[in-house]
């Protein structure tokens, strides 16, 4: 079946833009001109991606990626502006998966779709009904599901992979190049910058103490690792 | 000098009062000549006087007086200051407090004709920034206690000035910074304004590249014209800020000539209402109206103005009015529209200024009305808008007028030697 893909900005050449390219490589598009129509669109229609702009009057994009978050774990492509690098940044604090900058190609585009897509799709190699206790915190591998104290948190698909990555090699440190193109893919070897906020984003929502991380520690200039732990241990 | 004072000028009550207001009165205004009329009100029983002449420098050097009181006895040498420059130039480059004798020719042993000055220097560290002068006519001579009254009313002055000095600073400054401001956010907004039209350029051109899809004609011609359409826009937001920058420098010059201005707005009304579907306009103007302009230029000021009231007023009707008398030329451009909240009237045509709750949903550079109003005033005219919210907006344009002939070609046509 299709992916759904949510456009949302409020200029509607762009949103044609768009919509003409994701519909000639078979996806299915729905369009929001603006935040709210586009938190309804989210929380009806339940979207496989979002691509969404930053610039948008009442509701902006960063606004509306936070609410989203707090509801979704749909993966979200903020669309932003060349020059405003610090747009990116806060677009991946608030929980996006990914950006692209205007003025982008077609191919640009479908390029980064594409990537964020194949990024948020399940793991195929999880045994069913797997479920990895980490002190508070359990997974639900099957489900792709996160606990803390047996309280379900919402991770974006990024957040997720990232820490099922780290799940996959516990015990072992996982260099930072290897997470992003892992998690990101090949091209974002280098972007050191989106791993630190995701990883912080992560840590604020899993961590009890975010100067002393239990789950996700920092191994200076090599990357980071989820330490073992012995049974029965907590943090 | 202040230590003196304390030792040896002890005040009366009454006095008292006096320094009290004298000094309320500076802390008070930032108006150098009403403070100084309160000190004059307060200081001449204690002192006795009867003119008090404030000088500061000229620009580049000697002094000027920038107030002058007269009182008593030399009300009947009323606006004659000249009798404080000799002292006041004295007492400027000597920096110190100077006293001189003036006696009248013929008369220098008649102690009324006689003529007592004290000049003051205002100071503010070390800088001298002016002197005060107190002229007596007819004796007797200013005594010491009343020299060190006249020094403390002149600390007084230099205190007041340097207020005056600090807030008129602070004002530049904060003119300054919005300046700044204003051009920043016009970075930011025309960075925008640059940055769609080409990325819709950019990203419908890639898309009728892309050699992994066929487009269908009909898809095709649509994004073609879309790239048409934003090259267009990009260009005229080019020549905008072309514009803009020349008016600014003032090397753009009009071809000033006679032209119909009725026959140039029906022209306008016309092609506006081709290019805007929504757009409704009501021409009342009669035959033959000739002014003064360029007539290129008088027709972008008129396109910018219908596309405003397409942009800000969308849907609803206007009306452009023109009345004619034999001198001036008045054109109104009235829309019914959601008005323009009063706080932004004053700022309309400012330079990149664009009303916050409009800008954020509609494209512009703030420039529009900018070019207007120097294109306007290029032609020794004016333009004025009034605005009430959900009411509508008025731009109202006065042009020098020829007078109504008909000799006058029809605009687009050589104009008359």
Redesign the interface.
Known sequence: MSKKILIVDDEPRYVRLMEANLISDNYQVLKAYNGEQALEIVSNENPDLVLLDIMMPILDGFIVCERIRKFSTVPIIMVTVKGEEQDRVRGLDMGADDYIVKPFSATELLARVRAVLRRAAKPTNIPAQSVFHHGTMDIDLAKAEVFLNGKMVYLSATEYRILLQLVQNVGSVIPSEQLLSDVWGEEYKKDKEILWVSISRLRQKLEKDQNNPQHIVTRSGVGYIMPEMREGQTN | MTDEINESVVLKPEDLRAVYAIGLAIAQTENIDSALDLIVQHTRHMLIFDNMVLYLPKDHNGLDPSYARVIGRGKCAEGNIEWGEVIASQTYQAKQTSLRQEKLEGWENNRLFWRDFLGLPIRAGEEVLGVLVFGRFGGPPYTPDQVRLAEFIAAQTAQLIENHQLVERVSKLEAERWLRRMQDEFITTI??EL??P???????A??L??DD?K?DDE?RRE?LT?IDE?ADRLHELIDDLLDSARLKAGTMFMQLQPIRIDQILREIVVRSTNRYSSLAVQLNAEHGVTVMADPLRITQVFDNLLSNAVKYAPGAPVKINVKNSSEICTIIVEDQGPGISENHLPHLFERFYRVPETS??NHGTGLGLFICQQIIHEHGGDISVCSEESKGTVFTINLPCQGSTKDIPPAGEEPIA
């Open positions: 960075s925008h940055r769609t080409i990325g819709f350029i950019k990203g419908y890639t898309t590249l892309r899809t487009w898809s994004f879309i934003e954020v949903s």
